[in-house]
C-alpha cells in the first residue's frame, strides 16, 4: 500500500487546492479533506498524507450514502493569502508519517525500481504542469514560513470556522479534531504615503510594483515628461490599466493589473520602445497636470533660500521639458506643492483643538480656548504656555528682591494675516532687562474690532490676573483703548512711538528725512530737550501737528 504526501503552502487558494486534490485523486476535494486526509504541519506548509485504500473505501462509503459531508472553507476566501499549490511526494514505507499505517508488503528490487523510475516521471511532470500554472495565474511569491509557530490554545470550534481552518472527525469520535491554523499573511504591507523618490532612468520597469494605481499613473507622466513623449489610457478600471502612444503607429504600450484583492498595482507587460518622433509632441503636453509637476518641483520648493515666482516656474519648465503653461497654472503648482510640505490651511484649522489639548497636556499651566460663531464656524483662539505666565507672575518675587529680570510691561500688537483664510492675530509679548522678548499670549480674531479685543484682554487677565503698576504699550486704535480700560481699567497704557512715527509718514512723507530729529524728541528726558527737538520736528515735518494730540507722558 503506497502513502501519498502532498505539501500545501502557507498562501494556496481554496480553489486551487480543489483542483489539485481532483485532479490527483479523481475524489470530491470536501469528501477527500472530511473523510481521509491526515494533517501534519511542516517547516514549508502542511502535509495532508492518504493512502489508496482509503479512497477506494471512501468512493464506496460515497456511493452508499445520499449526503456528502461538507466542509468548513468559504468559497471566495483563499486558505491564506495566494500562492501555487506543492508538487505531491510519493513515499514509501515511512512509519512516521502516520503512526496507523500498515505495514508494507515485501516486493521484488526490479518492481521498486520500476515503479520508481514512473514515480520521478509523474513527479516530473507535475511539476512542469504546476510552473505553466503558475505563470498563467502569476501568483505572488510564497511567504516566508520557516519561522512561524502555531498556537491553537485560544481558538474555539467556532472560531475556526468562521476564520475558514480545515477541519476533519477521526473514526470513532464525533468531535473535531482542529488543524493548526495558518498565519495571517497578508498579500499586500500597506505603507504611509511618500513622495516618490526621483529617477530619472527605469523609472517604470516591467514586472514593478506599486503602492496604487495613482501611483502608478504619476510616475508614467513623470516619465514622459522627462522624455518627451505623450500616452493616453486606453482603459482604466480596478481591475486593468491599459496606456499606448498617443500616435497610432507608435509601438509603446503598457499593461498592468492589480496583484490579489490589494490596492497595489504591478507591470504585467511594457513594450518600452517608442518607433514615433519626439518632434511631434504638441506645446500643451497631455501629462502635464498639476499633480505631476508638483512632484517636478518640489526640490526647488523645498529650497528655503530662494523665492520661487509663477513666472520662475513657467520659465522653468518651458527649459526644461519643452512645455507652455500659463501663469496661474504655475501659480497652482507651487501652491500644491507648498500644501504638500508645510500643509493644508483648512487642515491646520480642523487639528487646532488636538494641538491645543496636546499642549495642555504636556505644559501644566497652559491656557487654550477656541471659540466659534452660531454656524460652528471658526470665530477666535487664544493661547498662552504655562512656562510663559509663571516667567510673568515671578514679577512680585522679582520686585521684593529689587532685581531687574523682568519688567511689568506687556507689548501688545496686532497683525493681519495673509493667505486663504484672513484673520487679526493679536501678541502679547514683555521683554527682560536685556531688551530680549519673552513672548507671554497669542491670539487669532477675525478682525480687530472691539469684540477681538475684549476676548483677548479678558483671556489676558485669566492668565495673569491683575498687577499693580502693569503697563500696557500699544499703538493709538480705538478698539485696544476701550478693551484696556475695561478689562485693566488701573493699568497704565502708553503708545508705542514707532506706530506713531508711521501714523505721521502715513500723512506726510518728509518725516523719513528727517527721522533723527523725531526719535530724538521721542527721547528726551527733560522739558528743555522736549520743547527744543519738538520746534525742530514741527519746523521740518508738516505732518508733526499729530503729537500734539498725543500727551507726551504717554510715548514709550
Excluded at 116 to 138: F, G, I
Excluded at 266 to 295: I, Y
Aim: hydrophobic residues 35%; glycine residues 4%.
Amino acid at each position: 500500500m503506497s502513502v501519498h504526501r502532498l505539501l500545501v503552502p502557507i498562501n494556496v487558494t481554496y480553489s486551487q487546492f480543489v483542483r489539485t486534490i481532483e485532479r490527483k485523486c479523481g475524489i470530491d476535494a470536501s469528501v477527500f479533506v472530511t473523510r481521509i486526509a491526515c494533517m501534519d504541519v511542516g517547516r514549508r506548509g502542511v502535509y495532508i498524507l492518504w493512502s489508496d485504500q482509503d479512497i477506494t473505501e471512501c468512493l464506496e462509503d460515497a456511493a452508499k450514502e445520499d449526503a456528502v459531508p461538507t466542509l468548513y472553507v468559504y468559497d471566495d476566501s483563499p486558505m491564506c493569502s495566494g500562492g501555487n499549490v506543492g508538487g505531491d511526494v510519493n513515499t514509501e514505507g515511512d512509519a512516521n508519517v502516520v503512526e496507523t499505517e500498515e505495514p508494507q508488503e515485501e516486493e521484488d528490487k526490479e518492481k521498486k525500481k520500476k515503479k520508481k523510475k514512473e514515480e520521478e516521471e509523474e513527479e516530473e511532470e507535475e511539476e512542469e504542469e504546476e510552473e505553466e500554472e503558475e505563470e498563467e495565474e502569476e501568483e505572488d511569491p510564497l511567504h516566508d514560513f520557516d519561522n512561524y509557530v502555531f498556537d491553537t490554545s485560544t481558538l474555539d470550534d467556532e472560531e475556526i470556522r468562521r476564520e475558514a481552518y480545515f477541519v476533519r472527525s477521526f473514526p470513532g469520535n464525533d468531535g473535531f479534531h482542529h488543524m493548526p491554523p495558518f498565519p495571517r499573511t497578508e498579500d499586500v504591507v500597506s505603507t504611509p504615503n511618500q513622495p516618490i523618490p526621483y529617477n530619472r532612468r527605469g523609472r517604470v520597469k516591467e514586472n514593478q510594483v506599486f503602492r496604487s494605481k495613482p501611483e502608478m499613473t504619476l510616475a508614467l507622466g513623470m516619465k514622459f515628461l522627462e522624455e518627451g513623449f505623450e500616452f493616453k489610457t486606453l482603459r482604466s478600471i480596478n481591475s486593468r490599466y491599459e496606456a499606448v502612444c498617443v500616435h497610432d503607429n507608435c509601438d509603446w504600450r503598457i499593461y498592468a493589473t492589480p496583484i490579489g484583492r490589494s490596492e497595489m498595482f504591478q507591470v504585467r507587460k511594457l513594450n518600452d520602445v517608442h518607433t514615433c518622433s519626439r518632434e511631434q509632441m504638441h506645446p500643451a503636453h497631455r501629462q502635464a497636470a498639476k499633480r505631476v509637476l508638483v512632484h517636478l518641483l518640489l526640490d526647488k520648493t523645498c529650497d528655503i533660500s530662494r523665492t520661487i515666482r509663477g513666472c520662475d516656474i513657467v520659465r522653468d519648465i518651458k527649459t526644461r521639458y519643452k512645455i507652455d503653461i500659463s501663469y496661474w497654472q504655475a501659480w497652482r503648482v507651487k501652491w500644491r506643492a507648498l500644501c504638500m510640505i508645510e500643509g493644508n490651511p483648512a487642515e491646520s484649522f480642523t487639528r487646532l483643538p488636538q494641538y491645543f489639548y496636546n499642549v495642555e497636556l504636556n505644559n501644566p499651566d497652559t491656557v487654550t480656548d477656541i471659540t466659534t460663531d452660531v454656524t460652528g464656524r471658526f470665530a477666535s483662539c487664544f493661547f498662552a504656555l504655562g512656562c510663559a505666565i509663571c516667567i510673568f507672575w515671578c514679577i512680585y518675587i522679582i520686585n521684593t528682591f529689587r532685581s531687574q529680570l523682568l519688567r511689568k510691561v506687556l507689548i501688545i500688537d496686532c497683525a493681519h494675516l495673509k493667505g486663504d483664510y484672513l484673520g487679526t492675530m493679536f501678541l502679547a509679548v514683555a521683554m527682560d532687562a536685556n531688551n530680549q522678548v519673552v513672548p507671554i499670549a497669542i491670539g487669532v480674531a477675525k478682525s480687530k474690532s472691539g469684540d477681538s479685543c475684549t476676548y483677548f484682554f479678558q483671556m489676558l487677565r485669566r492668565c495673569i490676573g491683575e498687577m499693580e503698576g502693569l503697563v500696557f504699550m500699544t499703538d493709538r486704535s480705538g478698539p485696544l483703548r476701550q478693551a484696556i480700560n475695561t478689562m485693566y481699567p488701573t493699568a497704565y497704557h502708553a503708545y508705542c512711538c514707532h506706530h506713531l512715527y508711521m501714523n505721521i509718514k502715513a500723512k506726510d512723507a518728509s518725516v523719513q528725512y528727517n527721522k533723527k530729529i523725531f526719535w530724538k524728541t521721542c527721547r528726551a528726558y527733560t522739558t528743555y530737550e522736549f520743547d527744543l527737538h519738538m520746534s525742530a520736528l514741527r519746523a521740518a515735518v508738516l505732518g508733526a501737528e499729530l503729537l500734539d494730540r498725543v500727551n507726551p507722558n504717554r510715548w514709550s
